[in-house]
């Protein structure tokens, strides 16, 4: 009734604004904008310290004694100018295990091993320590040891680990030759390799030189080293080992997030072997001491490659962290071992 005044209610102007387009009073003028976007070239080719940023350019402006916006005005001028790089966008990470889909869904467990080394005691000296955990458990394995740590006891330890808490779908390494074998084993597979196959194990190697693959065990290595290798300080190897085991025992009994460890017992033998693989500029792996094409379009890319050991195929397929779950066959190839297929 106020904004009528009497007027028959067709006849009222509704409307909060007046009409035609407003001019806000605040904005920056033109020319400043002009010379923000010049005093950014200038000082990109003839600062001494080469400062261009929103900061840069208003600190410019109040010694040169002229009007200066914001530091958050000026960021805005350079962005509608296409100055300034957009924000970066940060893709959803893929889930632990995404490039084994057994292991991604939860149905199979992925243990992953490695080996300390470096570590020294005195009355003693040299000591490795073995080193394991699992990926959705966190069931966690370490052994110290004088002698060094070779494929017998390796198979020894990991043997008596499966047996008293179960066999995973998946144990993870890295291409250690201990692991992996003789790089001059061509087309032969190790003998840690056969140990794994004939417990039901699927061996999985990672790709040389690159990290993440095997992040669990390096935290796990970086917690053991902290809590039980630099906290105490150990006369002999028993007292090291007694230490160890206190510690294990309480890292077992720390409550964990709700996920299923799906842990087996020892299982009819493996029939695959594992290589996560990196393409070279040319489309191509190595796979046991062998160079395999695999596209000449398919360059620097991550791979699976699955070897058969029954059927003697290699079977590639491509692995993308931006989908995870599409991973097509790139190829399928008869692949030759220098040895026979039972385990």
């Known amino acids: 009734m106020r904004r009528a005044r009497g ?43 080469g400062y261009v940023g929103a ?20 960021a805005r001028i350079l ?15 893929p889930p632990p295990g995404w490039y084994l889909p057994e292991v991604a869904r939860g149905e199979s467990e992925l243990d992953q091993l490695d080996v300390i080394e470096g570590l020294h005691l005195q009355a003693v000296g040299p000591v490795e320590v073995l080193t394991a955990i699992s990926l959705w458990g966190k069931l ?9 740590w070779r494929v017998q006891t390796i198979a020894a330890a990991l043997a008596a680990h499966w047996r008293r808490w179960g066999a995973p779908g998946y ?12 790089s001059r084993a061509v087309r032969r597979l190790g003998r840690l390799i056969r140990f794994c196959l004939a417990a039901g194990v699927v061996p999985v190697f ?39 085991r206190a510690f294990l025992a309480a890292h077992r009994r720390w409550p ?34 062998i160079e395999v094409p695999i596209a000449p379009g398919w360059p620097h890319r991550l791979v699976r490659a ?9 079977r590639i397929h491509a692995l993308r962290r931006r989908e995870p779950r599409h991973q097509p066959v790139l190829k399928t190839l008869p692949f030759r071992l220098y040895e026979p297929a039972t385990f």
């Open 206 to 244: 990672v790709p040389p030189r690159e990290t993440g693959f095997q992040a669990a065990v390096e935290s796990f290595n970086a917690l053991w080293q902290a809590k039980v290798w630099q906290r105490f300080r150990h006369r002999d190897l028993p007292q090291l080992d007694q230490r160890n």
């Open 171 to 182: 144990l993870q390494m890295d291409n250690d030759t201990r692991f992996a074998g003789s």
């Open 79 to 93: 962005h509608r100018a296409g100055l300034t790089r957009p924000p970066r966008r940060r893709r959803p990470a």
């Open 256 to 289: 964990r997030p709700a996920a299923a460890d799906p842990r087996l017992t020892l299982r009819r033998p493996a029939q695959r072997v594992i290589f996560l693989r990196r393409t070279d500029a040319r489309g191509c792996i190595r796979v046991l001491g």
């Open 7 to 49: 007027r028959r209610l067709e006849r009222v102007d509704w409307t909060d604004r007046p009409p035609g387009r407003a001019v806000p009073v605040n904005r920056t003028p033109c020319w400043l904008e002009r010379h923000i976007v010049m005093l950014r070239q200038w000082l990109r080719d003839h600062d001494a310290l």
């Open 306 to 314: 699955e070897l058969h050991v029954l059927t003697r195929t290699l």
């Open 140 to 148: 966690a394995l370490a052994a110290p040891a004088t002698g060094g």
């Open 55 to 74: 900061e840069a350019i208003r600190r410019r402006l109040l010694t040169a004694g002229g009007r200066a916006p914001s530091a958050r005005t000026i």
